[in-house]
């Protein structure tokens, strides 16, 4: 009787964890946008009104490479808006925007080193390394990949092919 008393009450949690989780699947439906705006309340209810958005940078798109092994290469595009911060203030890489992929001070090493005339930055890590590199302040690139698959020669031949934007002026 205790044995069917303790599978009951488990079968209850369980269907209630399920139910749960498919509650909080649904309410997943918030873009991006809306957890933003949400975001930017709490703080101007928690600071106040004289704290100021600075910047927004987003991964604009990212593009993915693989050859017949399987070894893939991400090429991600890095879009940083400006709202009260001066864009003027960025000179070579932007390393705050790399922080949207990677932590560049958690890398086992950093080369620093020039793609075409832009400043550029390989940051090896474990697995995978990122050569990174900012067109303008606005905008910045990452190629990430796995050295053992790819050598960082062959990367930064990648890199130094890419063209810069055509912007309207």
């Given amino acids: 009787m205790k044995k069917k008393l303790i599978i009951s009450l488990i079968a209850v949690i ?4 399920v139910a749960f989780a ?8 918030d873009t991006l946008q809306d957890m933003i705006i ?3 309340s709490a703080i101007k209810e928690v600071l106040g009104d004289d704290v100021k958005k600075q910047t927004e940078t987003v991964v604009a798109g990212t593009l ?7 070894n893939e290469i991400n090429y991600h595009i890095l879009k940083t808006t400006y709202y009260e911060a001066d864009p003027s203030e ?9 922080g949207v992929l990677i932590n560049p001070d958690s ?20 697995e995978h390394s990122y050569l990174c590199w900012t067109d303008t302040p ?13 050598p960082d020669e062959e990367i ?9 934007l055509e912007r309207n002026k």
Avoid: H, Q
């Fill in 138 to 150: 606005e905008i910045s690139y990452v190629l990430e990949y796995s050295p053992e698959a790819v």
């Fill in 156 to 164: 930064v031949k990648m890199a130094e092919s890419a063209e810069t």
């Fill in 38 to 40: 949400r975001i930017e």
């Fill in 64 to 70: 993915k490479y693989a050859d017949k092994e399987g």
């Fill in 90 to 98: 960025i000179t070579g890489l932007n390393v705050d925007a790399l």
């Fill in 22 to 29: 498919i509650g909080a699947l649904v309410k997943e439906k």
């Fill in 14 to 17: 369980i269907v209630l964890g």
């Fill in 107 to 126: 890398a086992n090493r950093c080369k620093e080193m020039k793609i075409k005339n832009w400043d550029a930055a390989l940051y090896e890590f474990d």
